[in-house]
T-cell receptor, first 116, second 116 residues
Framework: DTGVSQNPRHKITKRGQNVTFRCDPI?????LYWYRQTLGQGPEFLTY????????KSRLLSDRFSAERPKGSFSTLEIQRTEQGDSAMYLC??????????????FGSGTRLTVV | AQKITQTQPGMFVQEKEAVTLDCTYD???????LFWYKQPSSGEMIFLIY??????QNATEGRYSLNFQKARKSANLVISASQLGDSAMYFC?????????????FGKGNQVVVIP
């Protein structure tokens, strides 16, 4: 078990380009979450999956953002037509659901996006 | 409305001393969980400690303890015997669980610098 893995660690892109990030959760974890963290703030929830189903999306997730988790394993987060305001750390977390909720969230090291 | 409030400015702590990080929360859900995470400069969110709203005793994990005062809606983290490796940002987070919610709401964090 190598924990939650995120790639790339850093991404610099020009405004208007599309970017895609990948998250590989802990293998037995059925839930996967995406959060965004801007400078000086705590992480903000974007979306989460249970297995391959996307069960919840924040209103922060504009039409330019799309997330997938095919086959309930790894997940991708794509941002189309990037804007400078998209510059942030994108964090992925996974957990194993259990009766009463799941409190064992494990976070990855994040992908830091800079839009220039 | 802000669900988690962390308002302390950055803190300098002498090595081997204890430090208390304040966290207040706002919820009307009777069932919730409170978390503390550590985020070093590498960016990864490291889980430290968890307290459930129905737990009768304050949570402890090694050098970390949570001072849970339910009536005051306060969940302060105490780090005993500070080490240089404790220098990091610390985030308090809450999950409201009554309606199957699985998102974490984070505060803005507390910066801790441990000095030798």
């Amino acid at each position: 078990d190598t924990g939650v893995s995120q790639n790339p660690r850093h991404k610099i892109t020009k405004r208007g380009q599309n970017v895609t990030f990948r998250c590989d959760p802990i293998s037995e974890h059925n839930r996967l979450y995406w959060y965004r963290q801007t400078l000086g703030q705590g992480p903000e929830f974007l979306t989460y999956f249970q297995n391959e189903a996307q069960l919840e999306k924040s209103r922060l997730l504009s039409d330019r953002f799309s997330a997938e988790r095919p086959k309930g394993s790894f997940s991708t987060l794509e941002i189309q037509r990037t804007e400078q305001g998209d510059s942030a750390m994108y964090l992925c977390a996974s957990s194993l659901s259990r009766t009463g909720g799941d409190y064992g969230y494990t976070f990855g090291s994040g992908t830091r996006l800079t839009v220039v | 409305a802000q669900k988690i409030t962390q308002t302390q400015p950055g803190m300098f702590v002498q090595e081997k001393e204890a430090v208390t990080l304040d966290c207040t929360y706002d919820t009307s859900d009777p069932s919730y969980g409170l978390f503390w995470y550590k985020q070093p400069s590498s960016g990864e969110m490291i889980f430290l400690i968890y307290q459930g709203s129905y737990d009768q005793q304050n949570a402890t994990e090694g050098r970390y303890s949570l001072n849970f005062q339910k009536a005051r809606k306060s969940a302060n983290l105490v780090i005993s015997a500070s080490q240089l490796g404790d220098s990091a940002m610390y985030f308090c987070a809450m999950r409201e669980t009554s309606y199957g919610n699985n998102r974490l709401a984070f505060g803005k964090g507390n910066q801790v610098v441990v000095i030798p």
